[in-house]
């Protein structure tokens, strides 16, 4: 199993600012995933991090705009930025699920509302 | 249409019933998760399962490969178990396809 601490668990931002979120995985891990979660709807992949390589953009997400760090096997951050109404959602990172033999493990969500 | 389906959107029972959350999905699979999520936004991996059927505590998932079809039950619902549930299905690949969720409440 995997433990994921995340944070911020919530934050209020005026648009046009930036917010990191990080999380922290109580094991090694070769991949997280990054999700947005719009009020209402699914989770939607932003993006895979990848320790040692760029990070891997689902289509409709950019770096520009949703920039990652993975600087070692348990931690990493997504940063939203520029940050407009559109943007509130709850994100979540992930470890796990793939490839047909792993369980899937989430953080807390970070609820963001941008005003 | 979605890869994955889940029915009902909403469910609102009362204590003590049994419920079903069903998912349907068009695509082939390795494995069918279930996901809890709630109100703060966390999510909990409930069942991984390829085939047949698996139990925890009142919890039961099943899977049918050849319907593509499984289902969530929980028996003697209590009120905590209000949440939004959520089936996903792992293509072999390295990422998770998503239903919509079943948004679920039980009253006292």
């Known amino acids: 199993s995997a433990v994921i601490s995340q944070k911020p668990s919530r934050d209020i931002c005026q648009r046009g600012t930036s917010l990191t979120i990080q999380c922290q995985v109580d094991s090694q891990v070769t991949m997280m995933f990054w999700y947005r979660q719009q009020p209402g709807q699914s989770l939607t992949l932003i993006a895979t991090a990848n320790q040692g390589s760029e990070a891997t953009y689902e289509s409709g997400f950019v770096i520009d705009k949703f920039p990652i760090s993975r600087p070692n096997l348990t931690f990493s951050t997504l940063t939203v930025s520029n940050m407009s109404p559109e943007d509130s959602s709850i994100y979540l990172c992930s470890v796990g699920g793939g490839r047909g033999n792993t369980e899937a493990f989430f953080g807390q969500g970070t609820r963001l509302t941008v005003v | ?108």
């Open chain 2, 1 to 108: 249409k979605n890869e994955v389906e889940q029915s009902p959107q909403n469910l609102t029972a009362q204590e003590g019933e049994f419920i079903t959350i069903n998912c349907s999905y068009s695509v082939g699979i390795s494995a069918l998760h279930w996901l809890q999520q709630h109100p703060g936004g966390g999510i909990v991996s409930l069942f991984m399962l390829s085939s047949g059927k698996k139990k925890h505590g009142r919890l039961i998932a099943t899977i049918n490969i050849q319907e593509k079809h499984s289902s969530l039950h929980i028996t003697a619902s209590h009120p905590r178990d209000s949440a939004v549930y959520i089936c996903a299905v792992d293509q072999g690949a390295q990422k998770l396809v998503f239903g919509q969720g079943t948004r679920l409440t039980i009253n006292p």
